[in-house]
């Protein structure tokens, strides 16, 4: 969330920030920013893994989608809205004010999934099943069928739609025939978070609306026409426009691979500007020369392999200096070189095991015939790949033949033959600026801080560990933030105004940390201190994890107190207890991975999370949770229980350098008291280890075979 500081320009750059240095995507979606033409939807979707942010501004609402293009028939995304961003007034020569029942301030937001029930064959048109607001207000509440035919440059969209895409009715609903029950079409529960089963496809007639798309040839440029079946009768009722047209027409401009500009004229009264930049998360991450030595396409060989007693040093000081750090080595009398080692800069672990195997190449002796490496993770022994060196005089056409790579379990080396001594403690401080945005207030949309962020940690050996973060507020707009948090359970997470008010600067994290193995396969870490910004206290990690199952479990609990709002060294009166047992399931399907997590909340309620996220060698995961606990909807308050979108954006694949940075964050629409855990540790011990994990080794195996 790093454009807050340019906020002249307004939330578009939120858009124009993916769009830089990315896999650039198409990107032709509608307003909403799913696959469409203007303000209807189509049969069009994008590449499989595509990651889609749309802005369009128009009199009618400001829309503001997050898309993603699940898998190849799945498409769902995340749409704010701020209608009647305007300010249009029903009196002449006024502007809404603020809470004016008269006048049309619905801040909304809403979930959109569409699933392609057909391709497109030479006589078939595709076709796409959609519903517009699954879990929102049921302010854009409608259903649709789609389908597009693509006849040269001409692309052809006609579908049916239901609720809001009804109010042209053409004929009635033709659901009926099944039950006299799709005649009702209910309206959506006040505060919105329900799945509104009693709404989708239902109501006595629906509309036909429809539209077409012409590429130019030779040119960058589309011109688009819709017909919409929506009349906008909720937006002339706040006399926000006079009437709607069905008719609308534009233009759309892709300015560079991945980002579209459109402008249109619509519902015959108002122009719409329309920006949407698109990237491929799933892109396959570029493999580049180590940060401080040598080259990644290929090594020049000693003279004599053999002659060098000093090739141990020589390897552990270039290991060192391209981003790696080698604890231990031991050759056994039948030329197995052994050696565990910890992964410092590589974003893609297979690229780390690339370079030690190079360097065994130049520097080990020719009497090493294979290698068994051990790679850590946290500290703690994660996996083993072995490998079969070739020959040195052996042609490179024959060698690959003998360059297998062997995934399994981490292996310890009983007594080594050299052990690379490290001075303790030793550590590193890291600064640089940090930008943090307050989204989906009703008032303010859209605040943001700009800070500098101090973050150090130490290694004191042994396990233990320190890590602390200090953030210095540089400009902060948090001060207008007025709302007060309204709950009916103990305020743990509702208090984050005054956080982020009267802490503007502090200390977000201050923590000691002890990991390590209870058995081969039961990972631990404890931990006290401050743990976030809102927290302070002790906890305990655990983590089972086989190295050839797609099954783990944990388990965590944590004694924590409330900080005080100065996020100095003061608690409040607050305390609870919090703990969850968890379920990690590594399943076959796109790269996709489920957790389950049930125990006890901070605000003490009961319940459980289910987790849902698509993973990318390359760093990238989106995903999205929804927590259930035994406090009812009406207490939970807006929203009714809670649920959001995670993202990781890995920082390698923008960054000239290997880095292991990325921007992590979760993305709520409402911010309530129910179902919330601590931020960062439960769980984080399968987040971190993750990248070890066989499945994505065995992948990306082939990356790890030296030249």
Request: charged content about 20%; hydrophobic content about 40%.
């Amino acid at each position: 969330m790093s454009c807050g500081p340019w906020l002249r320009v307004r939330r578009a750059c939120c858009v124009l920030m993916l769009a830089i240095s990315a896999v650039a995507a198409r990107a032709q979606v509608n307003d909403f920013g799913v696959g469409g033409i203007l303000d209807i939807p189509s049969a069009r979707m994008q590449a499989e893994n595509t990651f889609t942010t749309t802005y369009s501004r128009k009199d009618v609402a400001d829309i503001y989608t997050l898309g993603f293009q699940a898998a190849e028939r799945l498409e769902v995304s995340f749409r704010y809205t701020i209608f009647n961003a305007r300010e249009y007034s029903p009196i002449p020569g006024t502007r809404c004010v603020a809470n004016a029942e008269y006048c049309d301030g619905i801040r909304d937001r809403s979930f959109e999934v569409r699933y392609r029930l057909f391709d497109e064959t030479d006589v078939r048109p595709a076709v796409v099943v959609g519903i517009r607001d699954l879990l929102g207000t049921g302010q854009w509440g409608a259903e649709y069928v789609a389908a597009s035919k693509k006849y040269g440059d001409l692309d052809l969209t006609l579908g049916m739609g239901w609720g809001r895409l009804a109010e042209r009715r053409v004929f009635s609903n033709p659901l009926t025939t099944l039950s006299d029950q799709f005649k009702n079409r209910e309206e959506a529960a006040i505060g919105g978070g329900q799945l509104a089963l009693r709404s989708y496809f239902r109501g006595e007639g629906v509309g036909i609306f429809g539209g077409l798309r012409y590429s130019v040839p030779g040119l960058p440029l589309d011109l688009v026409a819709a017909y919409n079946s929506d009349s906008y009768q909720r937006e002339r009722d706040f006399k926000t426009i006079p009437d709607a047209a069905a008719l609308s027409y534009g233009l759309e401009w892709e300015a560079t691979p991945g980002v579209r500009l459109g402008v249109s004229w619509q519902q015959g009264n108002s122009l719409a500007l329309k920006l949407a930049a698109s990237l491929d998360a799933g892109g396959e991450s570029r493999r580049k020369a180590p940060n401080g030595f040598g080259t990644y396409t290929g090594l020049a060989k000693p003279a004599d392999l053999d002659a060098g007693a000093n090739w141990w040093t020589r390897f552990v000081v270039d290991a060192e200096t391209s981003g790696l750090l080698v604890h231990e080595m031991d050759i056994d009398d039948t030329g197995v070189l052994r050696l565990r080692f910890s992964n410092g800069n590589y974003q893609v672990e297979a690229d780390a095991i690339r370079r030690v195997l190079s360097l065994i190449d130049q520097y080990a002796p020719t009497s090493v015939q294979r290698v068994a490496l051990t790679g850590t993770s946290l500290g703690m022994s994660a996996y083993s790949v072995k490998h079969t060196r070739s020959p040195p005089d052996r042609p490179p056409v024959f060698a690959l033949a003998t360059r297998g790579i062997e995934i399994g379990p981490p292996q310890e080396i009983a007594q080594p033959d050299e052990v690379r001594a490290y001075r303790y403690p030793n550590g590193e401080w890291n600064f640089g600026l940090n930008a943090r945005a307050y989204l989906f207030d009703p008032d303010f949309p859209l605040l943001y801080q700009l800070a500098l962020r101090a973050t150090g940690d130490v290694d004191f050996g042994g396990g233990w560990g320190g890590t602390g973060v200090w953030v210095q507020s540089l400009k902060s707009q948090f001060g207008r933030i007025e709302r007060e948090g309204e709950s009916q359970l103990p305020p743990v997470r509702t208090e984050l105004k005054n956080y982020l008010q009267q802490g503007a600067s502090g200390i977000d994290q201050l923590t000691l940390v002890k990991r390590g193995k209870l058995s081969r396969d039961i990972y631990f870490q404890a931990y006290g201190g401050i743990l976030e910004e809102m927290y302070s206290g002790v906890g305990v990690d655990t983590l089972w994890r086989r190295p050839d199952s797609n099954i783990a479990l944990g388990a965590n609990i944590n004694a924590v107190v409330q900080r005080g709002y100065d996020k100095m060294f003061g608690v409040r009166d607050l305390r609870t207890v919090t703990g969850h047992v968890s379920a990690f399931w590594v399943t076959p399907f796109k790269n996709v991975d489920v957790a389950l997590h049930a125990g006890r909340y901070l605000a003490g309620d009961i319940g459980a999370t289910l987790e849902v996220q698509k993973r990318f060698a390359n760093g990238w995961t989106i995903g999205a949770f929804a927590t259930l606990t035994d406090v009812p909807f009406s207490v939970f308050g807006e929203g009714a229980f809670d649920k959001g979108l995670v993202f990781t954006i890995p920082f390698d694949l923008y960054s000239p350098k290997n880095t292991r940075g990325a921007y992590r964050t979760i993305l709520r629409s409402v911010n309530r008291d129910g179902g919330r855990m601590l931020d960062n540790w439960p769980g984080s011990l399968w987040e971190n280890m993750r990248s070890t994990h066989q499945q994505w080794l065995r992948q990306t195996s082939e990356r790890m075979i030296p030249e």
